[in-house]
């Protein structure tokens, strides 16, 4: 148990498909992240949300649509991927600035 | 904006010898820093974290990173290296003013029998 949850722990997904990753926190954080994952690339800031509020939109395309209904749940939509979009998809949680905690992760294959 | 540069990419060392993973930083102030790990497959989990004080930091797994602000560095070590630490480590630097958190690359350590 890691206090961050992710699943699914693996999707495969075509192009044309409609898929949301799920994430949730047991730790009481007020601060929920997006990063992406990718072969030979430094992790990548995707998303920021501070008690529900995007505070942080890292350039990302409008085909991946993040949601945080409340502090312990994040979401993140996916359509019309491409196949440069296959990565690990990490979720993590923070209290304020502190350290984060990660979720084990999403592997997304797009075919 | 901060940035993180791991200078090695891929690190072998033998069972029992010393390990010491480098990580420079670059921001404007006196940053957040951290050192985490990645087994394959998995997500990252923190080994040890500065934020102010004492500049020699100890960490879970026997490890420890030392923070040079004359050098913007942050460099992690453990005296006696099992092979359960072959993983992938990552250096990172928080900002104190928003909630970005940069990585960098990543080292490979590889530990030999």
């Known amino acids: 148990e890691t206090g961050v949850t992710q699943t699914p722990r693996h999707l495969v997904m075509g192009m044309t498909n409609k898929k949301s990753l799920k994430c949730e926190q047991h730790l009481g954080h007020n601060a929920m992240y997006w990063y992406k994952q990718s072969a030979k690339k430094p992790l990548e800031l995707m998303f920021v949300y501070n008690f529900k509020e995007q505070t942080e939109n890292n350039s990302v395309p409008s085909r991946f649509s993040p949601e945080c209904p409340n502090s312990s749940h994040l979401f993140l939509h996916l359509h019309t991927l491409q196949p440069e979009d296959s990565a690990l998809y990490l979720c993590?949680?923070?209290?304020?600035?502190?350290?984060?905690?990660f979720g084990q992760g999403t592997r997304l294959t797009v075919v | 904006a901060q940035s993180v540069t791991q200078p090695d990419i891929h690190i072998t060392v033998s069972e029992g010898a010393s390990l010491e993973l480098r990580c420079n930083y670059s921001y404007g102030a006196t940053p957040y820093l951290f050192w985490y790990v990645q087994s394959p497959g998995q997500g990252l989990q923190l080994l040890l974290k500065?934020?102010?004080?004492?500049?020699l930091v100890q960490g879970i797994k026997g490890f420890e990173a030392e923070f040079k602000r004359s050098q913007s560095s942050f460099n992690l070590r453990k005296p006696s290296v099992h092979w359960s630490d072959a993983a992938e480590y990552f250096c990172a630097v928080g900002s104190t003013n928003d909630y970005k958190l940069s990585f960098g690359a990543g080292t490979t350590v590889t530990v030999r029998a």
């Open positions: 500065y934020f102010s004080g004492d500049t």
């Open positions: 993590a949680s923070s209290q304020n600035r502190a350290e984060a905690f």
